[in-house]
């Protein structure tokens, strides 16, 4: 797929997810990857960008995450102006 150029504002479809590989002994008792496996399919705008260059979106009211860019597609015709 063609590098995508994203801008604050555009709206998004997170189309995956990667799987967390967790230490021996490491539980993932706070839910991040049932939190991300839920955002596969919705629809975000975008917030921001980190120094990495993965997307901030804000999936709830107080709650904000970071996603590779790979992970996204743009949604033609619904950019913010």
């Known amino acids: 797929m063609a590098k995508q ?3 604050i504002g555009d709206k998004i479809r997170v189309t995956g997810y990667r799987p967390v590989k967790y230490p021996p ?4 008792d706070i839910g991040t990857e049932d939190l991300f496996k839920s955002l596969v399919g919705r629809r975000y ?6 120094d990495y260059g993965n997307i901030e979106l804000q999936p709830k009211r107080l709650h ?5 860019p790979d992970l996204v597609e743009l949604i033609e ?3 913010a102006a």
């Open 25 to 28: 002994g490491i539980v993932d």
């Open 77 to 79: 015709g619904e950019n």
């Open 45 to 50: 705008t975008v917030k921001g960008f980190d």
């Open 5 to 7: 150029k994203l801008k």
């Open 64 to 68: 904000y995450i970071w996603i590779e």
